[in-house]
């Protein structure tokens, strides 16, 4: 069982690439829109307020409820440190937005609406449909400057990964070996793959870690426990 988690932890934060598609809102609040609500942690000007805290985290338990079944129980739960590793998540993604605001990151109005007239989600009969779209926000109670929003954020999230992680390419310096059952051109482009996924993934969190010194955080870990 603790084998096949740490299978899956690795795919932790892919989670979070898809978290917009289940049509509940994140969001990221302001200073100026959290007067009178419970603040679990606040990263430079941004806030992650209890609400969105525990939106996101009841997402990802069912994620992982459906991954393990009846094997995700307490014990499971707290070896995986779920609730800290939600909140980790968060805040790393509140520091990728304030890198992507130094760094110049924008998406524009044309970007915004072929991420959205794109999605399956949104479409009848293959068509991106209005209505659809409408009624899909609305069932989940978002309105469409809140996703709209949200989906920006998101896609200036991407554009940020997208450039740490380019800072990782091919390199012919690291040894490359195939067992020799995979022994084929598909089995070592596998192999290729995951090692540059690896390498990019660490980047990632390198630049992250190296951005915290610079950046204001406050975390309040007691309102989780």
């Known amino acids: 069982m603790l084998k096949a988690m740490r299978k899956h932890a690795r795919y932790f934060y892919v989670l979070f690439f898809i978290v917009i598609l289940t049509f509940i809102f994140w969001g990221v609040g302001t200073v100026d829109k959290t007067q009178g609500v419970q603040i679990i942690a606040e990263v430079g000007r941004y806030k992650i307020t209890a609400d969105e805290y525990w939106r996101r985290y009841d997402r990802v338990f069912r994620f992982y409820r459906e991954l393990y079944k009846d094997q995700f129980d307490e014990e499971m739960e707290k070896k995986m440190n779920l609730k800290e590793n939600v909140l980790n998540a968060m805040v790393n993604e509140r520091i990728l937005l304030i890198a992507a605001k130094n760094a110049g990151i924008r998406v524009s109005d044309e970007e915004l609406h072929d991420a959205i007239t794109r999605e399956p989600a949104f479409m009848k009969n293959g068509v991106f449909d209005r209505e659809v779209y409408l009624n899909r ?4 109670r978002i309105t469409p400057e809140e996703f709209e929003r949200s989906q920006r954020q998101e896609l200036i999230l991407a554009k940020m990964r997208r450039l740490i992680e380019l800072s990782v390419g091919p390199s012919g310096s ?6 020799p059952d995979l022994s084929n051109e598909q089995a070592a482009r596998m192999i290729e793959e995951a090692r540059l996924a690896d390498l990019r993934e660490k980047a990632l969190n390198s630049y992250v870690e190296g951005m915290k010194s610079g950046i204001k955080i406050k975390i309040h870990k007691d309102l989780i426990s």
Do not use: Y
Request: charged share 20%; hydrophobic share 30%.
């Open 137 to 140: 926000l609305r069932l989940n």
């Open 174 to 179: 690291a040894e490359q070996t195939t067992p």
